[in-house]
């Protein structure tokens, strides 16, 4: 494995004599740094998948707690949802 094969794709490689070669690798790097960054959806689905092994593992070992958990949060999304449409209703 080269040097340029374990760096992840946002980081400059080191050694880079040619100036054109270190702009284009600076370029590369800087853009691909803007799309991490910037794919909002692949954010949402990476905490996602981590927060649903989080509780997975919470309800492993607390499954009474994981229960009162999905109970307050049921209540907490119903509440909003009826100050919502009760809000439109009126």
Known sequence: MTNSESLPRTAVPGGIVDPVASARAELKAALAAIEVKGNIPRRIEKASVRGAAKARVFA??????????????????GGAVWAIARAIAR
């Open 60 to 77: 492993d070992r607390n499954p009474i707690g994981a229960i009162a958990a999905a109970v307050g949060v049921a209540a907490v999304v």
